[in-house]
């Protein structure tokens, strides 16, 4: 009987039953966490990888997209405590902000494939298909409904990690 296992799975199972029971918390607290992480990819990629490259193109490119990014993840995190109180209001101006962004970094992949289409072609290529998957998110999120779906969907991911947990443990035990 692996101990690390069990307690996995009944964290797995805590988690579930909680993002069952309260969906519209979960939301609001996956919301904080992903702009904070957010936050911190922007300013990592300010701090450690805009100082080491040398190219002035990808440099300016990755200016523009960690300021981007820092402005979404700023606003994922602030959203939910001062700007409005309803999960419904959150999800709306969250997929919005998101479906603005995933475009702007779509445009800005766009330019990055360009500019290194002659040395990296296969990179190039990546940054190409990258910009059409972010583009197809982004009109999803502007044409579902996301209010209805996203407690749907915290539910049936908390309903799966309650059912992983519980077999966790039973495995474990049995």
Do not use: H
């Not at 307690?7 to 996956?30: E, S, T, W």
């Not at 583009?135 to 309903?159: H, Q, T, Y």
């Amino acid at each position: 009987m692996k101990t690390k296992n069990i307690i996995l799975g009944a964290v797995l199972a805590i988690i579930g039953i909680v993002m069952i029971a309260i969906p519209d918390a979960c939301i609001k607290a996956v919301v904080v966490i992903v702009g904070a992480a957010t936050v911190a990819f922007s300013v990592y990629n300010l701090l450690v990888v805009y100082k080491q490259s040398q190219d002035a193109a990808f440099k300016k490119t990755l200016l523009i997209k960690s300021i981007i990014t820092f402005v979404v993840g700023l606003i994922s995190v602030i959203c939910p405590f001062v700007l409005v109180k309803t999960v419904a209001a959150i999800w709306k101006i969250i997929s919005i902000v998101l479906a603005v962004y995933l475009i702007l970094y779509a445009g800005l992949s766009v330019y990055s494939s360009a500019k290194l289409r002659a040395v990296f072609p296969e990179e190039s290529k990546r940054l190409i298909f990258e910009a059409l998957i972010f583009v197809a998110i982004a009109i999803l999120l502007i044409i579902i409904p996301i209010e209805s779906f996203g407690r749907a969907f915290v539910r049936i991911v908390g309903l799966g990690g309650l059912i992983i947990g519980l077999v966790m443990v039973a495995v474990e035990i049995v």
